[in-house]
């Protein structure tokens, strides 16, 4: 059985894929579908710009709509060590080659 968070944004990445040739109208507030009665609309708890916080706000309301935030936050913590660690690694490897070139 696959995870379901991972299930989820798979189906999300590509929704959002499908939907990028529609027209502009749509992205108008004005055209924005409301959340079923008697379901509150999600919304991030934080409002960031940029395509970063675009991309940062769509994943944390699908994981709410989900109801998955814990899973969703463990692989995003497990994405953001694996960064550290490769930036460390290629820290220690600029050191090391630059040690031997001197």
């Not at 990445?13 to 379901?39: E, H, L, N, Q, Y």
């Given at each position: 059985?696959?995870?379901?968070?991972?299930?989820?944004?798979?189906?999300?990445?590509?929704?959002?894929?499908?939907?990028?040739?529609?027209?502009?109208?749509?992205f108008?507030?004005?055209?924005?579908?409301?959340?079923?009665?008697?379901?509150?609309?999600v919304?991030?708890?934080?409002?960031?710009?940029?395509?970063?916080?675009?991309?940062?706000?769509?994943?944390?309301?699908?994981?709410?709509?989900?109801?998955?935030?814990?899973?969703?936050?463990?692989?995003?913590?497990?994405?953001?060590?694996?960064?550290?660690?490769?930036?460390?690694?290629?820290?220690?490897?600029?050191?090391?080659?630059?040690?031997?070139?001197?």
């Amino acid at each position: 059985a696959r995870d379901t968070s991972t299930t989820m944004l798979r189906r999300f990445a590509m929704r959002a894929t499908a939907r990028s040739g529609i027209s502009v109208r749509a992205f108008a507030t004005g055209a924005a579908p409301k959340a079923p009665a008697g379901k509150p609309e999600v919304t991030a708890p934080l409002q960031q710009y940029g395509t970063s916080g675009r991309y940062a706000s769509a994943l944390y309301v699908a994981a709410a709509k989900a109801n998955v935030l814990a899973a969703v936050e463990g692989e995003v913590q497990q994405v953001r060590g694996s960064r550290e660690r490769s930036i460390e690694r290629a820290r220690r490897e600029t050191g090391e080659r630059a040690s031997k070139e001197v």
